[in-house]
């Protein structure tokens, strides 16, 4: 992957954060606010932004959103999860005697 393309995807990400950020202000800020960890005033910033606003913020070449999960275990759960029918069958149970 080339540079040109790499700032090609960050600009990506950066206008579907933002329009996302945006949509979930406007529908339940209280929420958005804990979902995307952002301050009272940066939603606000967020929420007024116009189009070109958006577009121009989102053409940097840093990333604006970040991973909140820093936990190994989660991102050891995200990577390596099996879905339920790869599984092996549990064993039936068996009554103990008594």
């Given at each position: 992957?080339?540079?040109?393309?790499?700032?090609?995807?960050?600009?990506e990400a950066n206008v579907a954060y933002l329009?996302?950020?945006?949509?979930?202000?406007?529908?339940?800020?209280?929420?958005?606010l804990q979902r995307l960890g952002l301050s009272s005033n940066a939603a606000q910033v967020i929420e007024q932004m116009t189009p070109t606003q958006?577009?121009?913020?989102?053409?940097?070449?840093?990333?604006?959103?970040?991973?909140?999960?820093?936990?190994?275990?989660?991102?050891?759960?995200?990577t390596h999860h099996v879905p339920a029918a790869e599984l092996p069958a549990a064993p039936p149970a068996r009554n103990k005697p008594r």
């Open positions: 992957m080339t540079s040109s393309q790499i700032l090609a995807e960050i600009r329009m996302l950020a945006q949509a979930l202000l406007r529908a339940d800020r209280p929420a958005a958006l577009s121009r913020a989102a053409s940097g070449n840093t990333l604006i959103c970040s991973f909140s999960m820093d936990d190994e275990l989660v991102w050891d759960l995200l």
